[in-house]
């Protein structure tokens, strides 16, 4: 299942990853038991859940960090009360899609709606879900040579793979497009998020779109071959560090940000974070 958008801007030739391989193959397997358990019953059973699987991670050309711009993407589900509908995670089958908010705001004002994140780790902290200070001083240091003026946030409870693909990961290169962004970082939060994260990244990789991941289950996060990313032994509700620690937020943002770099597949990098 391919997702290609045409990018004018660079004039490379559009590759043939797919974002899901053997999609009819997940789809029969997701709807003879998953699906048909909860429907039958309104019981979800995550042992009966196939999560999807690549083989191969896209191959691509590194970034200079400081010549480009990046976009952060997060699946906490965040949003601007009043400005933004919520998301509606409570659906069984999640919400697909994507809230677009201006990395001027101040992320006290935002809220999360996320089924399965301890948010007292982001009551602390927000940064440890939406590292928008920490990258605004990349800029000011010559790391990064501009932020995009929104992120991109959805809600990463997501077990239908193939509406990520069609539903989530459209809207997602539409915004990407729109402001001109050279790289993406990806931050999963919570359950299933991995997953979400992997096939976005993939996505926007064969659209010419640098990307990188920190996660904190590397095995899940190289069930779906994304191009670049780091792991650490951090819970899912506070992906980039502790509350607080903004020592170990940068050092998890580095090493995750300076993957970009590389060639890709770089696979997914273990950090002794903790």
């Known amino acids: 299942m391919n997702i290609h958008v045409p990018n004018p801007r660079t004039g490379r030739l559009i590759t043939d ?4 391989e053997n999609p009819l ?3 029969r397997t997701f709807q003879d038991g998953w699906l048909s358990k909860l429907e039958k019953s309104g019981v979800i059973d995550w042992s009966l859940y196939n999560p999807p699987k690549n083989s191969t991670a896209p191959n691509s050309r590194g970034i200079k960090l400081a010549n480009s ?3 952060l993407i997060s699946t906490a589900g965040a949003y601007f009360p009043g400005k933004h509908a919520f998301f509606n995670c409570a659906h069984p089958l999640g919400d697909y899609s994507i809230r677009q908010t201006p990395t001027v705001i101040a992320l006290e004002e935002l809220a999360i709606s996320h089924p399965d994140l301890d948010l007292s780790y982001a009551e602390q902290d927000p940064e440890v879900l939406l590292p928008i200070r920490q990258l605004r001083q990349m800029v000011k240091e010559g790391k990064l040579g501009s932020l995009a003026p929104v992120f991109i946030s959805y809600c990463g409870f997501q077990p239908h793979a193939i509406r990520i693909v069609k539903e989530l990961v459209p809207a997602i290169l539409r915004a990407v497009k729109q402001f001109n962004v050279h790289a993406a970082l990806i931050v999963p ?3 299933l998020s991995i997953q979400s994260a992997g096939l976005v990244a993939r996505a926007l990789e064969v659209n010419h779109i640098a990307t990188t991941m920190t996660c904190w289950n590397g095995d899940m996060a190289r069930e779906s071959a994304p191009p ?5 032994h951090l819970p899912g509700s506070s992906p980039l560090g502790r509350p607080g620690d903004q020592e170990q937020q940068r050092r998890i943002l580095d090493a995750t940000l ?3 770099e590389q060639d890709a597949p770089t696979g997914i990098i273990d950090l002794d974070e903790s």
């Open 17 to 20: 990853m797919e974002v899901l």
């Open 25 to 27: 193959e997940w789809l």
């Open 69 to 71: 711009r990046l976009m």
């Open 189 to 191: 939060a919570g359950k």
């Open 228 to 232: 670049r990313g780091t792991a650490t």
């Open 258 to 260: 300076d993957l970009l």
